[in-house]
């Protein structure tokens, strides 16, 4: 059996720019008939979109809204993603200002885990900004493929004016009205109807949603957005007796300040990271203080990665041996640790030799 491929770019035209609010647009994607296979994706995953910018790399990922195929259809004719400008975002600023209808950019096949194939049962999500957007495919799938699913929405947005898919989700909304529960905050801005405007943190939550829905009967969470939102989201859910296992997280944003990295390890002498991707294996030395990742892609470039930052989980790699020290980790699930994942971006040899499989 071929050893499955990941982390394959292709480029893809763009047919769409679409502005979404003064500061993000959609940009949607043709994928050739030959690809479709290819970029079939599950509810809620993302892509991984490059550039070069005076010779430098640069990567970034953006979820995929609107509904998923379904099994069976051939895959996607299109992929649409949204992109939100951030001050003095390489990628991002020529994203918002430069592309246009007919340019063509490299696209990674999709990736992540922040899914949530349909099936029947009540599930909630709180995301914030721009996290609405796999959230977005997650339910419009679920609603769209299972009947007697149901899906309540719980968004923070700053104003009404930099709330993102604000049409797609009133549609869904009218579309499925005795399905879809959606509830609007507003950070700085009041509004007539709905909760009082401010900010959705722990204490917050933890009066709110007992009010909205039955939390202990969803059968499951999504958290989507800053990492304060995400992480205060969390804890109100676990202080209200919600399971870990059924809450599932994807962070947009890092804050520095509240997720410091640990500092990178000294690897010992002579250490080794060997690597099985795509079907070949290798062995290479590890420099000191640099990651796995860093030591593969010196001899792989091929190796699967995206933000770096140990945040979308597209470098994940099972830890065949060895032991490593990971800085951060804001995508594996506690699950996926203890079956032996680690993100290849964020680790660090503590032993003299280690090994990772890329295509489990």
């Not at 918002?96 to 885990?113: H, I, N, S, Y």
């Not at 890092?254 to 294996?281: M, N, Y």
Request: charged content about 25%; aromatic content about 6%; glycine content about 10%.
């Amino acid at each position: 059996m071929a050893a499955a491929r990941h982390g394959v770019f292709h480029p893809l035209r763009i047919s769409a720019v679409d502005p979404l609010t003064d500061d993000a647009v959609a940009l949607t994607f043709e994928v050739p008939e030959e690809l479709r296979e290819e970029f079939r994706h599950a509810p809620g995953q993302h892509l991984a979109l490059r550039r070069r910018v005076e010779g430098t790399e640069v990567r970034r990922t953006y979820s995929v809204c609107g509904q998923a195929p379904a099994p069976g259809d051939g895959g996607p004719r299109t992929l649409r993603v949204g992109v939100r400008l951030v001050d003095g975002g390489a990628f991002s600023t020529y994203a918002f200002k430069e592309l246009a209808v007919g340019d063509t950019l490299d696209v990674m096949t999709p990736a992540g885990r922040f899914v949530l194939e349909p099936r029947p049962g009540h599930f909630a999500a709180i995301v914030g900004g721009s996290g609405i957007t796999p959230v977005l495919c997650i339910a419009a799938t679920l609603l769209a493929r299972e009947p007697s699913a149901r899906f309540t929405l719980l968004r923070s947005d700053r104003t009404t004016a930099s709330t993102m898919f604000l049409e797609e989700v009133a549609d869904l909304k009218d579309r499925y009205p005795g399905r879809l529960q959606v509830v609007q905050t507003l950070s700085r801005e009041e509004q007539q109807a709905g909760p009082a405007s401010g900010r959705l943190d722990e204490e917050r939550l933890t009066a709110l949603l007992p009010a909205l829905l039955p939390v202990d009967a969803v059968d499951g969470w999504f958290l989507c957005g800053p990492h304060g939102l995400v992480m205060g989201a969390e804890r109100a859910l676990r202080g209200l007796g919600v399971a870990r296992g059924r809450i599932h997280e994807e962070i947009f944003h890092v804050e520095d300040a509240a997720a410091p990295r640990t500092s990178a390890p000294a690897s010992p002498a002579h250490s080794t990271v060997s690597a099985t991707l795509h079907g070949r294996g290798g062995t290479w030395p590890v420099q000191d203080g640099e990651s796995l990742l860093e030591a593969v892609l010196r001899n792989r470039p091929d190796a699967p990665y995206a933000c770096k930052g140990g945040v979308c989980g597209t470098c994940r790699a099972f830890l065949v041996s060895g032991e490593v020290q990971m800085d951060r980790n804001f995508a594996l699930e506690e699950e996926e640790l203890e079956s032996g994942y680690v993100l290849a971006c964020q680790s660090h040899p503590t032993t003299e030799q280690v090994e990772l499989d890329f295509d489990r």
